[in-house]
């Protein structure tokens, strides 16, 4: 399992969505990829029932919105070929929840993509849809891929702008919008994404950034997959490092308070996990 959404659509259903990765294998010399799909469970307030699989081969994850009172699940592929080829070219969709069931809703042209951020700026809507790269798993084309920004037009998403190939994760410090593939920073300037010099993300593993505010400051929280990990304050449209952690692939962070006590958790990959209280 790569990842599990959850969402209550307000009609009194629970939904669970659970993306189920992919892992290849080698027998006798050919290759093969679970084909997991996306599974769909729904309760009512008891126990969750399946209801449908999704498709797909690889999937990384999904993404579950709302726009108007419509549920929808957005669905990267990365992996379209169960067995022999591991192509990564396909089409990937955008689901609609009716209540009972998905349909399908919306379909995009995909490279290897892995997440799909859904965010709102001043009202409008927005999803990204990443490409990382052509080809197949064994011999990936890295040139002419590109990943795209969509904006919803009131009944559908439309091609918005053009980025560098890539995953992105969108996060917003205090009135500033952001978007990062993990090595370049990008800011919303009121019309589009601009590359930022505010911070350089390289190494921080933007999947697992933790965002939030203590005291009217916005904080970004931030593990390194190559080095230390760093606590930034954002205060004036400025990022500021606040704390410098000695970790090693780290993976994920956290922050926690008990009574009172402010702490931070770091899952490092090679050493020892750490648990450090701020003062």
Request: proline share 3%; aromatic share 18%.
């Amino acid at each position: 399992t790569a990842d599990i959404q959850f969402f209550n659509d307000e009609s009194g259903n629970y939904v669970l969505a659970i993306s189920n990765g992919y892992s290849d294998h080698n027998y006798a010399g050919g290759a093969s990829f679970y084909d997991g799909g996306t599974s769909i469970y729904k309760s009512t307030g008891g126990t969750f029932s399946y209801v449908q699989n999704l498709g797909g081969c690889g999937v990384a994850s999904s993404t579950p919105f709302e726009i108007d009172g419509t549920y929808y699940l957005a669905q990267p592929v990365r992996v379209f070929d169960s067995w022999g080829t591991g192509t990564v070219e396909g089409t990937s969709y955008i689901w609609k929840w009716d209540g009972n069931s998905f349909s399908n809703f919306q379909s995009f042209s995909t490279k290897a993509a892995t997440y799909f951020p859904f965010f709102d700026i001043n009202g409008e809507k927005y999803i990204i849809v990443g490409n990382n790269y052509g080809g197949n798993v064994y011999y990936p084309v890295l040139v002419g891929i590109n990943s795209y920004v969509y904006k919803w037009n009131g009944a559908s998403f439309v091609q918005y702008q053009t980025l560098p190939r890539g995953s992105y994760n969108y996060f917003k410090l205090g009135e500033s919008d952001f978007i990062t593939d993990g090595s370049k920073l990008y800011e919303w300037d009121g019309d589009s994404f601009e590359l930022s010099t505010k911070l350089n993300p390289s190494g921080l593993n933007p999947s697992y950034w933790k965002i939030y505010n203590d005291s009217g400051v916005d904080y970004l929280l931030a593990p390194n997959s190559g080095g230390a990990s760093k606590l930034y304050s954002y205060v004036n449209d400025k990022f500021e490092e606040m704390v410098w952690f000695d970790t090693r692939s780290a993976a994920q962070a956290d922050r926690f308070i008990i009574d009172g006590d402010e702490y931070i958790s770091i899952a490092n990959g090679g050493t020892e996990n750490g648990i450090y209280k701020m003062n």
